[in-house]
T-cell receptor, first 109, second 115 residues
Framework: DAKTTQPTSMDCAEGRAANLPCNHS???????VYWYRQIHSQGPQYIIH???NNETNEMASLIITEDRKSSTLILPHATLRDTAVYYC??????????FGPGTRLSVLP | GAGVSQSPRYKVAKRGQDVALRCDPI?????LFWYQQALGQGPEFLTY????????KSGLPSDRFFAERPEGSVSTLKIQRTQQEDSAVYLC?????????????FGPGTRLTVL
């Protein structure tokens, strides 16, 4: 079973920041938080991952709370092409990825 | 460079037929994974290869499902005597490290429809 809970769907205006929350209250000390997204008719695409510290790359930022029980994926300037299902996954290195239903993000013009 | 490719992209089978789905991972990637994705759901793990060795097949739903990677590169997922409940998108992913140490790169999937 997935160890995370995410909202089923969210809307975001084009050009605005999209903030996608994820709860993982039972996360253990050696589990990483990963984010993938899946655009319609494509395979999932890796976005970012982190353990404790906030992370940023060319796609997004990952903010992890101090107690690590929740995190937020931030797309700073959402575009129409960011419309996708976003999956938050927690796992230790070597564990299989367990995908939940994710959050369906719709970026609106 | 080329990503993970899968063929065919779409497959329609009559119930009871055997099907074979192919995955070409990124060159040099050690690890290869197969997933099954039902409509409206996230991908579910089926099996994992490290080079040619199948190290985990705990997700295969029945003995009708069989996967191989004989030379440690291309992989084939075979489903015998297909059933309607096998209808799904089958995703292949590869990564350069061992057993999911690194991010996985996914192919576009094969959409299987069993009539």
């Amino acid at each position: 079973d997935a160890k995370t809970t995410q909202p089923t769907s969210m809307d975001c205006a084009e050009g605005r920041a999209a903030n996608l929350p994820c709860n993982h209250s039972t996360i253990s000390g050696n589990e990483y938080v990963y984010w993938y997204r899946q655009i319609h008719s494509q395979g999932p695409q890796y976005i970012i991952h982190g353990l404790k510290n906030n992370e940023t790359n060319e796609m997004a930022s990952l903010i992890i709370t101090e107690d690590r029980k929740s995190s937020t994926l931030i797309l700073p300037h959402a575009t129409l092409r960011d419309t996708a299902v976003y999956y938050c996954i927690v796992r230790t290195l070597g564990q299989n990825f367990v995908f939940g239903p994710g959050t369906r993000l719709s970026v609106l013009p | 460079g080329a990503g993970v490719s899968q063929s065919p992209r779409y497959k329609v089978a009559k119930r009871g037929q055997d099907v074979a789905l192919r995955c070409d991972p990124i060159s040099g990637h050690v690890s290869l994974f197969w997933y099954q994705q039902a409509l409206g759901q996230g991908p579910e793990f089926l099996t994992y290869f490290q080079n040619e060795a199948q190290l985990d097949k705990s997700g295969l739903p029945s003995d009708r499902f069989f996967a191989e990677r004989p030379e440690g590169s291309v992989s084939t997922l075979k489903i015998q005597r297909t059933q309607q409940e096998d209808s799904a998108v089958y995703l292949c992913a590869s990564s350069w490290g061992l057993a999911g140490e690194n991010e996985q790169f996914f192919g576009p999937g094969t959409r299987l429809t069993v009539l």
